[in-house]
């Protein structure tokens, strides 16, 4: 059983300086459209503690960790993208390089997932689609890149004053694939989804992860947790990930998606007590 709680160190003042990247980072061509690339590192067991993301060896992000999870979007060039994740422009790839093919005004966020050593430890994308921040409401997608899971897993997120809802908030939810993987999402990876006359308030978030056709009990749950405060006009991604190579024993990564952070972001998973 593992329950926990999510905690963010998302407002500005928790934001890494150090980091390289943000939307004045630029690594595209004079002309033609340009996308949005950042990483995720969903591999805590990941020992290194500067690690970058390059996109075609320009460099996207840098500076991340077991603890700094989280790179700022920036610019790259719409078209086939080769993203590589190592320590820096010249040192070896912690993973084979991955190619992406990149939409025009469109974000990605390449995750680093598995664990060292395994043969899952691999870089994959997740394409953000459909971001923009709505004044109105709290909006969210779910990524699935924990690949000690052993089944497709039930995700249900909804606010923490109110009563979990009798189905999941996301479905089914398969290793690598994303909210805007599912038939009721489809190609729409943020909830509600854009143009929806669904609203979801400010506050507290409960997350509860079950495997498929499960129902979530508080107790034997694949993952039970609460988040920081969110916010209205913003968007979030929340990441399950692997905490070690243990089979189910995952944690979750919490997110600013936009509007788009200028530093690293970093998230805290820790052991608290969850009630239903």
């Given at each position: 059983?593992?329950?926990?709680?999510?905690?963010?160190?998302?407002?500005?003042?928790?934001?890494?300086?150090?980091?390289?990247?943000?939307?004045?980072?630029?690594?595209?061509?004079?002309?033609?459209?340009?996308?949005?690339?950042?990483?995720?590192?969903?591999?805590p067991?990941?020992?290194?503690?500067?690690?970058?993301?390059l996109?075609?060896?320009?460099?996207?992000?840098?500076?991340?960790?077991?603890?700094?999870?989280i790179?700022?979007?920036?610019?790259?060039?719409?078209?086939?993208?080769?993203?590589?994740?190592?320590?820096?422009?010249?040192?070896?790839d912690l993973?084979?390089?991955?190619?992406?093919?990149?939409?025009?005004?469109?974000?990605?966020?390449?995750?680093?997932?598995?664990?060292?050593?395994?043969?899952?430890?691999?870089?994959?994308?997740?394409?953000?689609?459909?971001?923009?921040?709505?004044?109105?409401?709290?909006?969210?997608?779910?990524?699935?890149?924990?690949?000690?899971?052993?089944?497709?897993?039930?995700?249900?997120?909804?606010?923490?004053?109110?009563t979990m809802?009798?189905t999941?908030?996301?479905?089914?939810?398969?290793?690598?694939?994303?909210?805007?993987?599912?038939?009721?999402?489809?190609?729409?990876?943020?909830?509600?989804?854009?143009?929806?006359?669904?609203?979801?308030p400010?506050?507290?978030?409960?997350?509860?992860?079950?495997?498929?056709?499960?129902?979530?009990?508080?107790?034997?749950?694949?993952?039970?947790?609460?988040?920081?405060?969110?916010?209205?006009?913003?968007?979030?991604?929340?990441?399950v990930?692997?905490?070690?190579?243990?089979?189910?024993?995952?944690?979750?990564?919490?997110?600013?998606?936009?509007?788009?952070?200028?530093?690293?972001?970093?998230?805290?998973?820790?052991?608290?007590?969850?009630?239903?």
């Amino acid at each position: 059983m593992n329950i926990r709680s999510i905690k963010a160190a998302i407002a500005g003042a928790a934001l890494l300086a150090a980091g390289c990247g943000g939307i004045n980072n630029s690594i595209s061509a004079a002309f033609g459209g340009t996308g949005m690339a950042r990483l995720i590192v969903a591999s805590p067991t990941t020992p290194q503690t500067n690690i970058a993301l390059l996109a075609d060896h320009g460099m996207i992000n840098s500076g991340l960790s077991a603890t700094t999870r989280i790179g700022p979007y920036a610019k790259v060039t719409a078209g086939n993208v080769s993203f590589d994740i190592n320590t820096g422009a010249g040192t070896t790839d912690l993973v084979p390089a991955i190619n992406v093919n990149v939409a025009s005004s469109t974000n990605y966020s390449v995750v680093l997932e598995g664990e060292p050593g395994l043969t899952d430890y691999q870089a994959v994308s997740f394409q953000d689609t459909n971001a923009l921040p709505n004044p109105a409401t709290v909006r969210f997608k779910v990524n699935n890149a924990a690949p000690n899971l052993a089944t497709p897993i039930d995700v249900y997120v909804w606010p923490a004053s109110q009563t979990m809802p009798s189905t999941p908030t996301v479905p089914g939810l398969g290793l690598n694939q994303d909210s805007g993987s599912t038939g009721s999402h489809p190609g729409n990876a943020y909830i509600p989804t854009q143009g929806s006359s669904t609203t979801m308030p400010a506050g507290v978030y409960s997350v509860a992860i079950v495997p498929q056709g499960g129902v979530p009990n508080g107790t034997s749950d694949l993952f039970d947790g609460n988040t920081t405060s969110l916010s209205l006009n913003t968007s979030y991604s929340f990441t399950v990930d692997d905490v070690n190579a243990t089979q189910n024993n995952i944690g979750v990564i919490l997110s600013i998606d936009e509007p788009f952070q200028g530093g690293n972001q970093s998230s805290v998973v820790r052991h608290a007590a969850v009630t239903r």
